[in-house]
């Protein structure tokens, strides 16, 4: 579709036109023609203009003849037409040669033509190639909106791409992920194994390292780079989706001919507008149905469950289609690390409502505060809290923000929606606990904490420390008390076995007994009176969480 310096030498086969010099340039693209009527003609040229000249400014002065060349090919003109026989009996030899070290094409006019004569038919090709490309972005723009108000999606864009160009076409998130990629059945001249590497290279996500990215938002123009697959070359065409400097990734086209580079960008623009429209569409739903879910959740977890109004909402919302529910709440822990929570709760927002609604579609997935709340919905009962869903959504999260920690706390079954209030607390009281007790970036259950968040209400433990508090005190104040308190707290996790305690500890058992028998002395401690044990064991689990007594929701 391009005119090149090679095909206007075809529109004069008997007209004596030739090329003197500079042959590496005839694929050059011709998108104008200029006379020159001055011998300083490259401060007003712009790039793929075609120069024609008689050479009468220039024809005495050699110096101005080697930077008129030199000038023009930094200007990206597509090469010089001289006509000769009448002021320049011949090209001369310094335009020659600076032209073949340039690759810069110099035409050689004969005198019986006029120039006239040889910009008319150019012209005129140009205006023809100009007037198809305009009936063709027409003809591309009207199939692109129908597939669009028919309600097709992006799959269904790309689609229409690749059979618009017959093309392979892949269509890629900001981060080179493909999102979407339509292949034709073969490729004319493609062998199966080029054919193969080209349909992995489709579907796989763009290295870390790669710059397309950025150089399509650097220039919002479209970016081509060549290829070779397989000693085949092929031209790989993209362009950033954009609306209002908004970037949603980019689509390319991988072109195994560069015959028609310029129709296939235009359809390449197209579709990017179109395919941009259609993200601000998904884009506008999701925040919709956010929102939606976010008043949904504020119903049921802080509502008025006795008013009618709010009963009615609830029961009809597709929520009720499930019979099982669970809640779980999900918080990126900050710690010292500098990142923009908006954006990094929005981000871990969209991957649970990815992952959750693919296994349970009736579930309710909202951000509030900067934590993620699900409330999972289910048609069958819910078996084990789902460790397998849990571990997944963990590791997704840690691909997603790399050494950044990610906390779940996870509530109680509830076999109706008055019961998924107290799951929500439970999963509250799980995330806080699990912090204190795992440290940060764990999945935290309610068999984990029960005991736990009983000890941290200060009304329901305050007996404990009565009882415990005297033995803590006689051997934190005896020589070597910590070593001595942390000794006793291991063999009352270990059940007092001997065998586990010293392993924990990495001492050897005699010395571990040693230190029992001072424990004994010191604290008048009776190993035989269980419920004793029993209270000391949970005094120590409520030393760990003596810290977090700010906790205002229990079991």
Request: glycine share 4%; hydrophobic share 40%.
């Amino acid at each position: 579709m391009h005119i090149t310096i090679k095909d206007i030498l075809q529109f004069f086969p008997d007209k004596l036109i030739s090329l003197t010099s500079g042959s590496a340039g005839l694929d050059n693209l011709v998108s104008s023609v200029n006379i020159m009527d001055a011998p300083d003609i490259w401060n007003w040229v712009k790039p793929g203009d075609l120069i024609l000249t008689t050479a009468y400014t220039i024809k005495d002065d050699p110096l101005l003849q080697e930077r008129l060349i030199r000038e023009l090919a930094a200007s990206g003109c597509a090469g010089l037409g001289i006509k000769t026989k009448r002021f320049l009996p011949e090209i001369p030899k310094i335009m020659k040669e600076v032209a073949k070290e340039l690759n810069f094409p110099i035409l050689e006019l004969p005198l019986n033509l006029s120039l006239a004569e040889i910009t008319n038919p150019i012209i005129s090709s140009i205006a023809a190639r100009q007037s198809y490309l305009l009936r063709r972005s027409n003809e591309i723009h009207k199939t692109l909106t129908t597939v669009a108000i028919k309600g097709g999606g992006l799959h269904s864009i790309i689609t229409c791409l690749g059979q618009l160009t017959h093309c392979p076409v892949g269509c890629y998130n900001t981060h080179g992920s493909p999102l979407s990629h339509w292949l034709p059945e073969n490729i004319a001249g493609i062998s199966a194994q080029a054919f193969s590497q080209l349909t992995h290279l489709l579907t796989e996500t763009a290295p870390s390292n790669d710059q397309s990215q950025e150089n399509l938002l650097q220039s919002k123009a479209p970016y081509t780079k060549s290829l070779l697959i397989e000693n085949h070359e092929f031209f790989i065409t993209s362009f950033a989706i954009m609306s209002s400097n908004e970037f949603f990734g980019h689509i390319s086209i991988f072109q195994p001919t560069n015959t028609f580079l310029d129709l296939n960008e235009m359809a390449l623009e197209h579709t990017c507008t179109v395919t941009a429209l259609d993200f601000l569409k998904q884009k506008a739903v999701a925040e919709s149905h956010r929102l939606y879910s976010r008043d949904m959740l504020e119903h049921i977890l802080f509502g008025d469950l006795s008013n009618q109004n709010t009963t009615a909402i609830i029961y009809n919302f597709k929520l009720m289609q499930g019979n099982y529910f669970e809640c779980l709440i999900i918080e990126l822990d900050q710690n010292d690390q500098d990142i923009n929570i908006a954006v990094a709760s929005t981000r871990l927002y969209q991957a649970t409502q990815q992952i959750i609604t693919a296994k349970y579609p009736f579930s309710l997935i909202s951000e509030q505060a900067g934590k993620v709340i699900a409330l999972i919905a289910s048609t069958r009962p819910l078996k084990d809290q789902e460790p397998e869903l849990y571990s997944k959504l963990h590791t997704t999260f840690k691909e997603i923000f790399n050494n950044l920690k990610i906390s779940i706390g996870v509530g109680s079954l509830a076999s109706d929606i008055n019961s998924v209030r107290q799951s929500y607390y439970n999963a509250l009281s799980c995330l806080n606990l699990g912090r204190t007790i795992k440290g940060n970036g764990h999945i935290t259950y309610p068999q984990e904490v029960a005991s736990y968040a009983l000890l941290a209400n200060s009304d329901t433990s305050s007996m404990l420390t009565y009882v415990c508090s005297s033995i803590f005190l006689k051997l934190e104040t005896a020589v070597q008390g910590t070593e001595l308190l942390s000794t006793l707290e291991k063999y009352l996790e270990c059940d007092k076995v001997l065998t586990d305690t010293a392993k924990e500890l990495y001492i050897h058992r005699n010395t571990l007994t040693n230190r029992l028998g001072r424990i004994v002395d010191i604290a008048n401690l009776d190993f035989n009176n269980r419920e004793l044990l029993f209270s000391l064991r949970l005094a120590f689990r409520q030393k760990k969480i003596k810290n977090k007594m700010g906790l205002s929701h229990y079991f």
